[in-house]
């Protein structure tokens, strides 16, 4: 049947028009005519609609420069009454990759945390985030306790931010990541009035015994650029 049908459709195309008897051949050619129809009415009207053109999945790349416009108000809003936040800890996943939703799964099924992701904030480093990208995490969103340190007493009270990477293995962070986390820590130390000596890296936490944030972490830079942006504030203000 379908041979027959190419065999005539072959025919139908080296002597299109010509006369034909047979009840196949007259489908085919109605066939053959309308599909060159439709093919030439998509290639006249394409060009006139570069509206509809095909875009292709968003990948990480394409938003790098985006992060950095991340409205911090908007991402850290929540709906619920805020806690009273005292210090920042400053984490490292000590994992090459990672984003939030991976270490939500790590924590919930593996380590069988109610709420899951420990942290409340992770900056991913390009591998299943973006590079500097800030994910907000369900803890930060419903205001609830961190489960990022060993010591319960500073959970309650301390905001845990991680770094996608291993920055004690030879791994560091990336520039895009130290520039989102100055620019968080300088928006909640602002926000929840939290002095430059309550920002600490986890191993300073007094707990067990962690290389956490590892030792390739710029800590003294990080701090010195709070200081910074903090001091030209200041001198801003009393200009005005
Ligand atoms: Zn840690």
Not at 31 to 36: H, K, N
Not at 59 to 82: G, P
Request: glycine share 6%.
């Amino acid at each position: 049947m379908y041979k027959k049908i190419l065999s005539i459709l072959s025919r139908n195309l080296i002597c299109f028009g010509s006369r034909t008897r047979h009840k196949y051949e007259r489908i085919v050619q109605c066939l053959s005519l309308s599909m060159i129809v439709v093919a030439s009415g998509l290639c006249i009207s394409i060009p006139f609609f570069p509206c509809l053109k095909i875009e292709g999945p968003k990948r990480y790349t394409d938003l790098e420069n985006s992060f950095y416009k991340q409205d911090l108000e908007h991402l850290c809003s929540t709906v619920v009454r805020e806690k009273p936040w005292k210090y920042i800890v400053i984490h490292h996943s000590a994992t090459p990759k990672g984003n939030a939703a991976r270490f939500d799964y790590y924590h919930r099924k593996e380590r069988k945390w109610e709420y899951g992701l420990a942290y409340h904030f992770v900056i991913g480093n390009g591998s299943f985030s973006g590079d500097g990208e800030i994910e907000v995490g369900e803890r930060w969103k419903k205001q609830i306790h961190g489960a990022h340190t060993a010591n319960m007493d500073c959970n309650r009270v301390a905001i845990g931010i991680c770094l996608v990477g291993d920055f004690e293995n030879g791994g560091a962070p990336t520039e895009n990541q130290i520039d989102s986390l100055v620019r968080l820590m300088q928006y909640l130390s602002r926000k929840y009035t939290i002095a430059s000596s309550d920002i600490m890296q986890h191993k300073q936490v007094h707990q067990k015994c962690t290389a956490c944030p590892g030792k390739n972490f710029p800590f003294a830079e990080v701090k010195t650029r709070l200081l910074q942006i903090a001091s030209k504030r200041n001198s801003h203000s009393q200009e005005l």
